[in-house]
């Protein structure tokens, strides 16, 4: 009697055991519970006949008999009208219906991705009781079977393209960045995958050969693979276009030709800070690192939060684009004796001179460059105080560069740069150059500088000159400056006599000046 009464006691315990795990399991979701495999208990619901139909059609019922858990988004008969209509491969529509593991309703929450039959992912949406796969919507939900679970659907799923996929259908409106990536493309022999089939008179094997696509920009973000989580971020050629057009403008303020060396890097640029190897949820705030390292800064890239949804990720599209400073801008350079082309009446107005006696340029000292076919005479902006007077002499000068007038002479304009943290660089006649105070729009720079040796301050003929020469450096480092505000604008650099080294005059002669932006500079 006692062994009875124990035994009853178990069964109690067990089945209430298995009662706690089921509603644990399932929660208190609504939905109904079969006995039946997924094949059988959709036959047995006349509301999906249709879609059976076609499962049978195209040799898939049978997947739905086995010893495995699925997951089955079916629609109804009415729903599955619309097959013919959606213009794609039957066969693989339906495969996109079936998962290989079982997503009852306490599974599926947002963000998660579900691989279908035809190796394309699903992306799942909930908020609240409402369940969304793709652009379909779960109207009738759980309704578990002996081998998985059906959840029926509002519209046949039709499947998302890739990211790299998406790429080659885009149009001509974006063919700028569809051509730039295709062209990276490579046709290779995938010997792993090919299956030998026989041999050539000469002895060579002949294979079933398969040919796989690679691209370098797979071995950072890989956009054509269904397994990786891809942003993107898709710019039209009108965006790019206008990207473009804006630096050539820019260029032209600072004295710069726009080259095709410089469309090239802006190009790389683009194409490096497009792709991220995760999906990017807020793209209005929070600086982003690319997938190649490259900064994007949505204070200053602009893209429509409304994204597109892709099988690997996501895309959104740019409105507005800009080529970091820091990119494209490698060096910003002008000569100080160019205050000889500014008339006698408007130098007043750009220049500003303090207990200063005499100001010319003045020819120093010819150099040339036969590897790159350059000869030049060094020409400074010499000006001059009286030594025994006690005033520092100093010029406050605006920058300028050089244009051509419509009658051939020679004329001028300001300098107008892009805001940010640049890095000044200047050049002397060092030879027994006096020490200087530099200022940047009224900010000290450097007090007391030492300019007298030659390396590297006699004019421009150290730091990143030209490859093999000493022409065109960018001097010495005077220090990181702050050009302010937000738009594009002229500044004033001072020069002051600081202090008599191995000279014994106060004269001072600039050769040039040199902005350098910093990573800071975007």
């Known amino acids: ?72 988004w079916a629609v109804s008969n009415e729903k599955m009208s619309a097959l013919e209509d959606l213009g794609e491969d039957t066969k693989f529509i339906l495969r996109y219906h079936i998962n290989s593991l079982m997503y009852d309703n306490t599974k599926l929450k947002s963000g ?30 759980n309704q578990i079977c002996q081998n998985g679970v059906v959840h029926e659907i509002d519209q046949l799923l039709t499947p998302d393209l890739s990211i790299y996929e998406y790429i080659e259908s885009l149009g001509n409106d974006y063919s700028i960045i569809r051509d730039t990536i295709l062209a990276m493309n490579d046709t290779i022999f995938d010997l792993e995958n090919s299956i030998p089939i026989g041999v050539d008179p000469t002895g060579n094997t002949l ?35 206008k990207c473009f057009d ?73 409105t507005h684009l800009k080529i970091p400073n820091n990119v494209h801008i490698d060096m910003i ?30 020819d120093r000292d010819k150099v040339s460059f036969p590897t790159i076919g350059v000869e030049l005479t060094y020409r400074t902006l010499m000006f001059e105080g009286e030594l025994d007077d006690g005033q520092l002499a100093s010029i406050e000068y605006t920058p300028i560069m050089l244009e051509r007038n419509e009658d051939g002479s020679t004329g001028y304009k300001t300098v107008e740069v892009p805001p940010g943290e640049y890095n000044l660089y200047m050049g002397f006649l060092a030879k027994n150059h006096p020490f200087v105070n530099i200022y940047v729009n009224d900010t000290p720079v450097a007090l007391n500088l030492n300019v007298e040796p030659a390396t590297p301050w006699n004019y421009d003929r150290a730091t990143n000159t030209v ?23 002229s500044f004033k650099i001072k020069i002051e006599f600081a202090g008599l080294g191995k000279g014994t005059v106060e004269r001072v002669e600039p050769y040039h000046w040199a902005l350098i932006p910093t990573q800071n500079n975007y």
């Open 333 to 362: 350079k002008q000569l100080f004796h160019y205050w000889e082309f500014v008339p006698d009446d408007e130098k007043d107005a750009l220049f500003k001179l303090n207990n200063v006696k005499n100001i010319e340029p003045k």
């Open 207 to 241: 294979y079933d050969s398969v040919y796989v696509i690679t691209n370098p920009i797979f071995e950072r973000v890989n956009i054509r693979s269904e397994f990786s989580n891809v942003t993107m971020f898709l710019p039209s050629n009108q965006v790019v276009e």
């Open 112 to 141: 998660l991705r579900v691989m279908t039959f035809n190796g394309k992912y699903l992306s799942i949406d909930k908020e609240g009781p409402a369940i969304r796969i793709g652009d379909a919507t779960v109207v009738k939900g």
């Open 246 to 318: 804006n630096l050539g403008i820019l260029y032209d303020q600072f004295g710069k030709d726009f080259l095709y060396t410089d469309s090239l890097k802006a190009y790389t640029w683009i194409k490096e800070a497009i792709f991220y190897n995760s999906i990017v949820d807020n793209v209005m705030e929070g600086d982003m690192t690319s997938a190649f390292g490259r900064l994007w800064k949505p204070s200053i890239q602009k893209v429509d939060a409304a994204f597109k949804r892709m099988s690997n990720g996501r895309i959104y599209e740019v």
């Open 467 to 489: 490859s093999g020469t000493k022409y065109n450096g960018w001097g010495g480092l005077v220090g990181p400056i702050i050009i302010e505000g937000t738009d594009v604008t």
């Open 1 to 72: 009697m006692k062994q009875i009464l124990y035994a009853a006691v178990c069964l109690v315990t067990i089945l209430a055991g298995c009662n706690k795990n089921w509603d644990t399991h399932y929660g208190k979701e609504e939905g109904t519970v079969s006995p039946l495999n997924l094949l059988d208990y959709l036959k047995s619901q006349p509301q999906y006949s249709d879609f059976v139909a076609k499962l049978e059609e195209y040799d898939l019922a049978e997947e739905l008999k086995r010893d495995q858990n699925l997951t089955v």
